[in-house]
């Protein structure tokens, strides 16, 4: 059973950084891509970043793109999430999720991904 554990939630201000982790167990996720969604109160999930186990190849949202990284540490099952410029639109509940399937084409849509974590809220404040 895939367990995935997120970390590094928390308030900024606005323009600051956050660093989120998530730490994946329960498979060796040869061939999986690893995503970031998050999901405001009243909006639907929403897909942020995503990146390829085996190749590292990766996906970003347009609200993503340039202000946040998305990475892997194999050694360490764990997928980061680095935010920059953070914005009051980006407050949310950030989710960490994983995809068998999705090493030869990442996936943007929740439904497309197999395991999910807890989630970790970031506020950002003005």
């Known amino acids: 059973q895939v367990q995935l554990v997120e970390s590094g939630g928390g308030l900024v201000q606005a323009g600051g950084s956050l660093r989120l982790s998530c730490v994946a167990s329960?498979?060796?996720?040869?061939?999986?891509?690893m995503g970031w969604f998050r999901q405001a109160p009243g909006n639907e999930r929403e897909f942020v970043a995503a990146?390829?186990?085996?190749?590292?190849?990766?996906e970003y949202a347009d609200s993503a793109k340039g202000r946040f990284t998305i990475s892997r540490d194999n050694s360490k099952n764990t997928i980061y999430l680095n935010m920059n410029s953070l914005k009051l639109e980006d407050t949310a509940v950030y989710y960490c999720?994983?995809?068998?399937?999705?090493?030869?084409?990442?996936?943007?849509?929740?439904?497309?991904?197999?395991?999910w974590g807890q989630g970790t809220l970031v506020t950002v404040r003005s």
């Open positions: 999720a994983s995809d068998s399937g999705g090493e030869i084409l990442i996936d943007t849509t929740a439904s497309d991904y197999d395991y």
């Open positions: 329960g498979d060796t996720f040869d061939g999986y891509a």
């Open positions: 990146v390829t186990w085996t190749s590292g190849r990766t």
